[in-house]
């Protein structure tokens, strides 16, 4: 099952952008002050959400991603380029690839 997610551009360039696993497992106990270790670990590395600021460089193919705010503070005040591609109303790019060398890629349409 595919992700789902939100992403905001404003005319400015200003982005928010929300993503979630597709399946995430709910607290066994309804209160999210009362998770467990586990139940907190999965909530956050179930989700990525981050805003800021965002430039496109047409030339080189490359959009970058000035980030203010982020769930994981250390993207915070980052700067964080990616290859992209823009085709028939998607938007794709390529991520920083993770720690086991797969390379997420992000793919966003358009909703006028």
Same mark, same amino acid.
């Given at each position: 099952m595919q992700n789902k997610g939100l992403l905001l551009i404003d005319s400015q360039? *200003?982005?928010?952008?929300?993503? =979630?696993?597709?399946?995430?497992? @709910?607290f066994a106990s309804g209160d999210k002050g009362a998770g467990t270790p586990a139940e907190y670990k999965e909530a956050v590395?179930?989700?990525s959400t981050h805003f800021g600021?965002?430039?496109v460089g047409p030339v080189?193919?490359?959009?970058?991603? *000035?980030?203010?705010?982020?769930? =994981?503070?250390?993207?915070?005040? @980052?700067?964080?380029?990616?290859s992209y591609e823009l085709k028939d109303g998607e938007l794709?790019?390529?991520v920083t690839p993770r720690p086991n060398g797969d390379v997420p890629i992000s793919v966003w349409r358009r909703v006028d």
């Open positions: 360039g *200003h982005y928010s952008l929300q993503i =979630f696993k597709a399946e995430r497992p @709910q590395m179930g989700s600021t965002i430039s080189n193919g490359t959009l970058t991603v *000035h980030v203010e705010n982020a769930s =994981f503070p250390n993207w915070e005040g @980052q700067s964080q380029k990616r794709s790019y390529r």
